[in-house]
């Protein structure tokens, strides 16, 4: 079952502007992590937060999670053609059934040259 | 460097036919998983595996079958009774099965003949 939904499903933008991406789910978690997917490949693991934390950076990426909204936001800063990917957000459950990771259906972004 | 494979990249089925999708990891990680992704869809899960000689079930095991012989080998045999296997699949591989992120190889396309 599909319990992220990340928001925008689509979402165009100039090379050097940020893009913002949103991750909703509606059960309790143990972390949250964020992936990126390139065109025909595999998914690669970019960061993960914890539920007892608020934010987290690395690189170019900043990461923040709202537990009593339960969201969270993926941050690109000075985005770059190379971040054109879709990104997914997967939420680890903490309602016993830890064992699976819970996935969004994901953000397609395009940076423009 | 350390990682998943997955073979074939592109595999082409006949009606009623077995194919075996193959997936090796050399992380020395406890927890494979299989997954089917649609195009503009998040990922689903089919079976994953903790340990060796252990599977379960996913979301959408019908028409699947595994095997867990090895830490490094997790294939996939996607059978005639899946009736609709057209998709990309991917494995993945964790440390263990809990809330860890997971490593994914660059996926097969499955399609019918």
């Known amino acids: 079952s599909q319990q992220g939904e990340e928001d925008p499903q689509a979402l165009s933008i100039q090379e050097g502007e940020n893009a913002t991406m949103n991750c909703s789910y509606k059960?309790?978690?143990?972390?949250l992590q964020w992936y990126r997917q390139n065109s025909g490949r595999g998914l690669v693991h970019l960061i993960l937060?914890?539920?007892n934390e608020r934010e987290k950076h690395s690189g170019r990426l900043r990461v923040t999670l709202d537990t009593s909204k339960k969201s969270s936001s993926l941050l690109i800063t000075a985005s770059r053609a190379a971040d054109t990917a879709s990104y997914f957000c997967a939420t680890a459950d903490n309602a016993g059934n830890n064992r699976k990771l819970i996935w969004g259906l994901g953000t397609s972004l395009a940076v423009n040259p | 460097d350390g990682g998943i494979t997955q073979s074939p990249k592109y595999l082409f089925r006949k009606e009623g036919q077995n194919v075996t999708l193959s997936c090796e990891q050399n992380l020395n990680h406890d927890a494979m998983y299989w997954y089917r992704q649609d195009p503009g869809q998040g990922l689903r899960l089919i079976y994953y595996?903790?340990?060796?000689?252990?599977?379960q079930k996913g979301d959408i095991a019908e028409g699947y079958s595994v095997s867990r012989e090895k830490k490094e080998s997790f294939p996939l045999t996607v059978t005639s009774a899946q009736k609709n296997p057209t998709a990309f699949y991917l494995c993945?591989?964790?440390?263990?099965?809990?809330?860890?992120?997971?490593?994914f190889g660059d996926g097969t396309r499955l399609s019918i003949l």
């Open positions: 993945a591989s964790s440390q263990t099965a809990l809330n860890q992120p997971q490593h």
């Open positions: 937060i914890r539920s």
């Open positions: 595996s903790q340990i060796v000689n252990d599977f």
């Open positions: 059960t309790s978690i143990n972390n």
